[in-house]
């Protein structure tokens, strides 16, 4: 039982390492890619999240990598799809959502077809959806499947170690169990963890269309790649720093 629970998420963290090698590969010679890829697939953390704990958190990122890889290598419908899909597995996705539209922009892709990989997105979503609804009202049944987990941990951190942790060891004497509706300012940490990643979030963006605004030449291209992998990268690390829950 304890196999089959943790198989999926040990299979993808060798998937993400074979993503890994597969996207360095387009930057690099195969020994450097093999040794990015190495230093994930070796990484002490993951064996503790994955493999010991059983976290899904490997097989959530297999998404992220897929859809990024698949656009690296222009196939945008796929990309969308894999998008899609890990948004149902966890909405976190959602995050890499403009940046994948805004690169598709920059790269001159017609907006009608932008369009119509916005739609396959959000296609996949409702109609893997459609079938689990048990409300007569369908929209209704979206909201209450975004916002049901939110009250499941109303805690500042519960087992991550991020920006929060300290707060609470500091200021509480303990890390986790912290309720996040405490007020700094008059404000719950809550609010302050959204106020914070809104404020990331929208930088990296603006730099990111500052970067795609100034390419020219074929290697400009190539950094825009890099800097994609960079922002996407920051999005998900700043998520994990400041959200609370």
Do not use: C
């Not at 899609?84 to 976190?92: E, N, S, T």
């Amino acid at each position: 039982t304890e196999l089959a629970y943790k198989m999926p998420s040990i299979l993808a963290d060798l998937a993400n390492g074979y993503l890994i090698f597969l996207i360095a590969r387009k930057f690099a010679s195969i020994k450097k890619s093999l040794i990015v890829a190495s230093f994930y697939l070796f990484n002490p953390v993951l064996l503790a999240n994955s493999t010991l704990w059983g976290q899904n958190d490997s097989f959530v990122a297999t998404f992220i990598l897929l859809s990024y890889y698949l656009l690296l290598i222009s196939r945008y419908s796929l990309a969308f799809l894999i998008l899609g899909l890990g948004y149902l597995v966890k909405p976190i996705l959602i995050f890499s959502l403009p940046v994948f539209l805004i690169y598709l922009f920059f790269n001159k892709i017609p907006i009608k077809k932008i369009i119509v990989y916005l739609s396959i997105f959000l296609s996949i979503i409702l109609l893997l959806l459609i079938p689990f609804n048990n409300t007569g009202n369908f929209f209704q049944f979206l909201i209450e499947r975004h916002f049901s987990a939110t009250n499941w941990f109303p805690y500042t951190t519960l087992n991550a170690f991020n920006f929060w942790a300290v707060v609470s060891s500091t200021f509480y004497g303990i890390i986790d169990f912290v309720s996040d509706q405490n007020k700094f300012l008059d404000i719950s940490l809550r609010i302050w963890g959204y106020a914070i990643f809104v404020i990331i979030y929208a930088v990296g963006l603006i730099k990111f269309i500052r970067i795609f605004q100034n390419s020219k030449t074929k290697s400009d291209q190539i950094f825009n790649f890099k800097f994609l992998i960079f922002t996407l990268t920051l999005i998900y690390f700043a998520m994990f720093l400041v959200f609370t829950q």
